[in-house]
């Protein structure tokens, strides 16, 4: 057995050694089409020749220098081109290693930022049951997952409270008009903010399309205007964590711009760098900025690899070739061929209740009955049997359970590189629709 420790320590995971394109190969040889670009990470493929030159560029020019003493060209170039024209009225970037560390940048900036302009009771952030935002203990104390809270949850006592998600398919009341359940929604978040004192209240946090923890789902229209309002009337800031779903993986450059809203602060991560370097950042609105420039005059975080040069100049290519390649028409005109593709195949599955997402952001939502949305027994881990029938079809998909409230429900992922085809994404589904074939209609039906 490997001496890694994995995330199952009962069965080592099979090896990967190669990467090239939409596929992966392993030890054995096997030639597997990356589905979901690992946890829709992998935006451009792998062994993108641009991107490993970049890469290697900057490694003979410089690999590492400490913020405190210098800036490198790479991170003023990733910030310049990321902040272009201030989208949505954010002007700075802050680069680190992880989605999780953007998030507690995001949490703690946005804490200085109220000290410095002396609004020192605002240290309650609201986010959202179901959401997940990062494995480290600030993030995942402000985090919705209960499965993923619960070992630690004695850590994880702070000012952080959760609201409802806005996820139509399980939570919107039969016979409830989008717009009302838009409003009960709403409605709920003004009363927490009520709740625990609207002049306590630094931040809201959420993820515009709602990733690995409930499937790609999306908000109904008007849902994150309704947000921002209640955030911009209790003097709040907006966070909008696009860890996964930003960075053209819906079809935009960020989910917000669908959403007609922008954040104060946004994290970035899986896309920003497409797993060619581990990079996240957060993007700052001016108005946080600015404070921070009146007051303290520096943001009091730091780490010793922010704004790594390599990992850098890796991100700045990878954008460059979104970019130069047009990749976000594509990102568009498959991902509506990937949601006719799944429909046509799967959408009067017995055992798929739902198929949803954005861009190339897709899920379908196992369940036992349609019908009754009854969820297969949790024990039967029905996600992990389908990633597995699909691997073995030559197919990497991302699995994940606890849809509903962190332990029922099951949810598989598909998030290809923006690089796929029509040939690409009609093999995805093929392998997709046999792989649930051969688990759901194996199992039986053992409901919970
Ligand atoms: C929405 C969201 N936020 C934060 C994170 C944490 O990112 P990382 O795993 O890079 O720390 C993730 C990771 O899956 C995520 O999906």
Known sequence: MSRILHRSLHA???LAVRGSGMYLFDETGRAVIDGSGGASVACLGHGNARVNEAIAAQLADVAYVHTALFSNRAAEQLADTLLDGEPGGLSH?????????AMEAALKLARQYFQEIGQTRRQHVIARRQSYHGTTLGALAAGGNAMRRAPY???LAGPYSHVAPCFPYRFQDSGESDDEYVDRLAEELEAEFQRVGPDTVMAFCAEPVVGATTGCVAALPGYFGRVREICDRHGALLILDEVMCGMGRTGTLHA???EGVSPDIQMVAKGLGGGYQPIGGILIGRRVVDG??????????GQTYQAHPVACAAALAVQKVIAEDGLLANVRAMGEALSNGLTQRLGNHRHVGDIRGRGLFWAIELVADRGSKAVFDPGLKLRERVAQAAYERGLAIYPMGGTIDGVRGNHVIISPPYIATAGDIGAIVDRLGDAVDAVCLGVGFGSA
């Open 12 to 14: 080592d995971p099979p």
């Open 93 to 101: 970037a802050f680069f680190c290693s992880s989605g999780s560390e």
């Open 153 to 155: 949850l004695p850590m």
């Open 256 to 258: 917000w711009e669908q």
């Open 292 to 301: 921070l420039r009146a007051g303290s005059g520096g943001f009091m975080h």
